[in-house]
């Protein structure tokens, strides 16, 4: 089992930049595929992007591709989301998820996750 916390949401200018950290416990997160997904006031929760257990292959959603980049350290158990260029569509309560070790990396679905963290949340102004 893996426990998430989220941290570094905050407000922002159009055009800005933020990183986003999850920090995860347990000694196996390196087996774990990760994924960040996000949910605006009265949306869906949307897939944002996922990174495999290795950190070696990365998918995004065509929303944030080349501007979001999603890494992971796993010697300190961290995994971050580098957010350029914002926009004010990109306000919403961000969430790291983790699938248990053995899931295949990939897929845009939250039901594919089985952990989640508490979300930060992101306000970008215009």
């Known amino acids: 089992q893996v426990q998430l916390v989220e941290s570094g949401g905050g407000l922002v200018q159009a055009g800005g930049s933020l990183r986003l950290s999850c920090a995860a416990s347990g000694r196996t997160f390196r087996n774990y595929a990760m994924g960040w997904f996000r949910q605006a006031p009265g949306k869906e929760r949307e897939f944002v992007g996922a990174?495999?257990?290795?950190?070696?292959?990365?998918y995004y959603a065509d929303s944030v591709r080349g501007r979001f980049t999603i890494s992971r350290d796993n010697p300190k158990n961290m995994v971050y989301l580098q957010m350029n260029s914002l926009k004010p569509d990109d306000t919403a309560v961000y969430y790291c998820a983790a699938k248990k070790p053995g899931k295949k990396f990939g897929g845009v679905a939250g039901e594919e996750y089985d952990y989640w963290g508490q979300g930060t949340q992101v306000t970008v102004s215009s």
């Open positions: 990174i495999s257990w290795s950190g070696g292959s990365t």
